[in-house]
């Protein structure tokens, strides 16, 4: 891996730990620089011996992920075909969850939309307390999370749960994910950074190959997930072709969507 090729990351690797922080101004927006790198990350790690656990991080303490660049989807032809299978952006995601090397996401800020889809496929989730929001919002735009939110949601908090949090489209806190089960722990700030590190280095610690079979024996415990993120992108696509879904995201591009000061406060703009 060369961690000074990349533009939108700043990567380090140190004794087997990868810790990828996204840092693409203004909002760590989900464009196709963003979504090119994540890419190239997932591959790149998952062929890298040298390394064992996968740290995303942010370089920004406001937002992991802001959500996917709305002038991308807009930009999708409506009227397309759904393809056979998962998209390619829910292919780049679920390399996260099934790599041969343990995965986390250390969220200290706003993580929503194809940021969320993202976190959620990591293997750990890990939030700051205060900091951290997570949410699904595409609903109220008209569409609905087409990067696989639809089928890690009820997998993780249930179909009750994952439906509130989808059709509700509102922010939950770092406690309410964790009460939800959304993260595995919501920390202090100031002890969120040691524990990751801590945990992370501990992962890499022991055996690669141990590790990478009990990921594996855990993946064969789920559900099959392929059908479901196909299904998921069929439904996506035909959600682009609602006149209201393409008015609801051009509204909100036109009233300041995806700048700081509008996506700090998105649960009420929405």
């Known amino acids: 891996m060369a961690p000074s090729d990349y533009h939108c990351l700043r990567l380090r690797v140190e004794d087997g730990v990868a810790v990828a922080a996204l840092d693409h101004p203004p909002v760590n927006l989900l464009d196709m620089a963003l979504i090119g790198e994540l890419d190239r990350l997932g591959r790149e790690v998952e062929a890298d011996d040298a390394v064992r656990v996968l740290v995303l991080e942010s370089a920004d303490p406001e937002f992991f992920v802001a959500h996917a660049d709305v002038g991308l989807i807009l930009a999708l032809p409506p009227d397309a075909p759904a393809a056979p299978g998962p998209s390619p952006f829910q292919r780049m995601v679920d390399r996260f969850r099934t790599m041969p090397k343990a995965t986390i996401a250390k969220i200290e800020g706003v993580c929503r939309g194809g940021g969320c889809e993202l976190a959620l496929s990591c293997d750990m989730r890990f939030a700051a307390l205060g900091c951290a929001v997570l949410a699904q919002p595409e609903v109220a735009v ?27 489209a ?6 309410l994910a964790e009460r ?24 890499a610690s022991f055996p690669a190959s141990a590790t990478a079979r009990a990921k594996a024996a855990v993946l064969a415990a789920e559900a099959p997930v392929e059908p479901g993120l196909a299904e998921e992108a ?26 700081r000061e509008v996506e700090l406060a998105l649960g009420r703009t929405l």
């Open 234 to 259: 069929r439904l996506f696509q035909a959600c682009l072709a609602e006149p209201e879904a393409r008015r609801r995201m051009q509204a909100f591009l036109a009233a300041g969507g995806q700048t």
């Open 180 to 203: 939800y089960g959304l993260v595995n722990r919501a920390l202090p700030p100031d002890e969120l950074g040691p524990f990751v590190d801590r945990l992370a280095r501990r992962i």
């Open 142 to 168: 008209g569409i609905l999370p087409g990067g696989s939110g639809t089928q890690r949601l009820p997998r993780l908090v249930g179909r009750g749960r994952a439906l509130e949090v989808v059709l509700g």
């Open 170 to 175: 509102d922010d939950l806190t770092a406690e």
